[in-house]
């Protein structure tokens, strides 16, 4: 059996380093916002290239916290891709601010630019892009309207740690960018964990301080805060995976180049551009009986995944909230299926993979 994701064989080339850190944690005596949240702090906003990086407990948080920072009037409008994880739309939920939904491109999965400006409203204040599937999104031209139209941009930086676009990273594009270390991500903790990164000074100092009861010296509370702090021993799990986080890119990357020479044409494969650096944190293919093709897979040992089952259009929650068509998603959650490509993979399992898929 192929499995689609499992995280203890992803992460055992790492558990002696895990164990010692862990160690090194438990001795040491200081277990919230202690050295192992500054230092991976500063080693990822080295990694992403901006000028700071404010350590939180979730991807959801970063998302949410970042909204926080600029006043937003309730029912305000975001920005925001149809075919997004619920995560990025619940974040503008739970800020009262109200979420657009703008269509992707269904070449990229990402935000389709040219559909942005019909959707800008008086009330419009920010764009939130996510770079799904680990390709970050068409910045120029949505740096081009944010800028015109005067709209804070919040990138959804949770699938992309490492992705490029014209030789930029992910997390550079914008205001914010929102990270997740949510296990299975391309940088994963071994339990919950997010970060901000941002190039704005100003902005650092605001998540900082939101971050811990709204609090910038102990028990004089200036905002009204929250209680959002990366944990000591995750961030030391994740000082040691960012030093393998490029290897794990790479390996992902190379899987990813023997599924788009090798797959049929029957499958609608991801696109590449030289513009983008992708780091497939899900490598997605399409297909019309996407259903079929599953449980074809599932019974010669291959697991898949769906990322997602339902658009967040058609989700119970999303009732009364979110209204209209959006068949570009609709159309992309009905045929996309996510093979496997974890770092525990080798070339022989996508070989398998491939076989079957051009057998089907
Ligand atoms: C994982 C994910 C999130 C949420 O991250 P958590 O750490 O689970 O809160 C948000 N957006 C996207 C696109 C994600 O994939």
């Given amino acids: 059996m192929i499995d ?53 407990a979730s991807g959801l948080d970063a998302l949410s916290l970042a909204l926080k920072c600029f006043d937003f009037k309730p029912e305000d409008e975001v920005l925001v891709p149809s075919n997004t994880y619920i995560a990025t739309i619940l974040s503008i939920i739970q800020n009262d601010l109200k979420p657009v939904l703008v269509e992707p491109d269904i070449a990229t999965y990402n935000i389709d630019p040219k559909l942005i400006e019909e959707k800008i409203t ?17 910045m120029d031209p949505i740096i081009h309207l944010a800028n015109k139209h005067q709209l804070k941009i919040i990138e959804d930086c949770a699938q992309a740690h490492g992705a490029q676009y014209k030789g930029k990273k992910a997390g550079n594009f914008g205001d914010f960018g929102a990270f997740s270390f949510y296990p299975t ?16 000074a100003g902005l ?9 009861y709204g609090s910038r010296i102990k028990y004089v509370n200036e905002l009204v805060g929250y209680n959002s702090r990366l ?11 960012l030093k393998h ?47 079929q093709l599953r449980d074809y897979l599932l019974q010669n040992g291959v697991k898949t995944e769906i990322h997602y089952p339902v658009a967040p259009h058609n989700q119970e929650a999303m009732k ?36 079957l898929l051009n057998n089907f």
């Avoid at 919230?32 to 990694?47: D, H, M, Q, T, W």
């Avoid at 991500?185 to 704005?200: E, F, S």
């Avoid at 570009?328 to 398998?352: A, G, Q, R």
């Fill in 122 to 138: 008086s009330r419009t204040k920010a764009i939130m892009v996510v770079h799904l599937y680990g390709k970050v999104c068409d």
């Fill in 4 to 56: 689609y994701e499992n995280l203890k064989k992803l992460n055992q080339p790492f558990f002696d380093a895990f164990r010692e850190s862990f160690n090194n944690t438990l001795e040491g005596g200081w277990y919230i916002l202690g050295n192992n949240v500054a230092v991976f702090e500063k080693e990822f906003a080295a990694y992403c290239n901006t000028s700071y990086c404010v350590g939180l």
């Fill in 320 to 355: 009364g909230i979110i209204e209209g068509e959006y068949p570009i998603s609709t159309e992309i959650h009905n045929t996309t299926l996510s093979l496997p490509i974890s770092y525990f993979h080798n070339e022989e399992d996508i070989v398998k993979v491939t076989k």
């Fill in 185 to 200: 991500k391309n940088l994963g903790a071994l339990g919950d964990a997010g970060a901000i990164t941002t190039n704005d």
């Fill in 231 to 241: 944990d000591e021993v995750q961030a030391g799990f994740l000082s040691l995976k």
């Fill in 245 to 291: 986080l490029d290897d794990i890119n790479s390996h992902k990357r190379k899987l990813a180049s023997y599924y788009l020479q090798e797959l049929g044409s029957d499958f609608v494969l991801p696109k590449v551009d030289p513009d983008f650096f992708d780091v497939y944190h899900i490598f997605n293919i399409r297909h019309q009986r996407r259903d």
């Fill in 204 to 212: 650092s100092d605001q998540i900082r301080t939101l971050r811990n």
